[in-house]
């Protein structure tokens, strides 16, 4: 019962990237701070200066106020430290893991407010691309909206709901879930659309893209509609699921969705890159 990234345990038949011998039962391990090379922080710095300059006007205000929690980008963060002011703001704690884990494994360390994020980070040579999730996407990507009360919950919450999924076996269409709000959410504000996405925010191409890219593909938040769409991990995202509030999002998914799953199993899937008609805005006649 494997999903598909980024709760994956490795991709196709490769297996995944990183040192799983010094891993510990629940698949986190040491962080090993002084093991990283110059060469490795600045490259951490590079990719953290070329992010942070496109943020204003492209990201949500709540990731742009909080990314000053990841410290001065001259290192890569210490874990420990980012997990104490994590920890006095929400509960949250930040822990290192070798590389992708198995889903159940992913979903306790979330039920238990623990996020965890790749030790290693990608070579110079990705630094435009790399195909798993490394330091950089997690830290940058993922940890800034864990200081915010209300997503912090929704994580947890997730976490919680993939550990009941597993044993629906409906961790297919949970994942679907997962990668249009965690990874790829955009956020209405009176600015007009903004990335929250981690798989957004820590892309510098696909942060101007999502956001700017012409309508209609930026469709309202459905969850039923989410949970019955593919999606492709290989290319940018053709359309992007829009919600109003980080409360609406923990809303519309706090109901039990055991009878979600069932109801989803009976209707059509919906291809990557689709905009339903009654989602098209109306076309302004010349
Ligand atoms: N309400 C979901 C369930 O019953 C749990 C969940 C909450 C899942 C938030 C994802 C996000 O399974």
Partial sequence: NQGVAPVTYGQGDRPPRGDYARARADYTCEQDWAAYSEAEHALYRRLYERQAAQLPGLACEEFIEAVQHLGAPEQIPRFDSLSEQLHRTTGWEVVAVPGLIPEE????????????????????????????????????????????????????????????????????LLAR?????????????PQGVRAYGAGILSSAGELPHSVRVAQPKHVPFDLLRVMRTRYKIDAYQETYFVIDSFQQLFEATAPDFAPLYEQVRGLPEIEAGVVLPHEAPPRVLA
């Fill in 177 to 189: 879930l997962y990668w249009y709000t965690v990874e790829f959410g955009l956020i209405a504000t």
């Fill in 105 to 172: 494994a992913f979903f306790k360390l979330l039920s238990q407010r623990r996020f965890p994020v790749t030790q290693w980070i990608r070579r110079p040579d990705e630094f435009d691309y790399v195909v798993e999730p490394d330091l950089f996407h997690d830290l940058f990507g993922h940890v800034p909206l864990l200081f915010n009360p209300v997503f912090a919950d929704y994580m947890q919450a997730y976490g919680a709901g993939g550990l009941k999924a597993s044993g629906l076996n409906a961790c297919e």
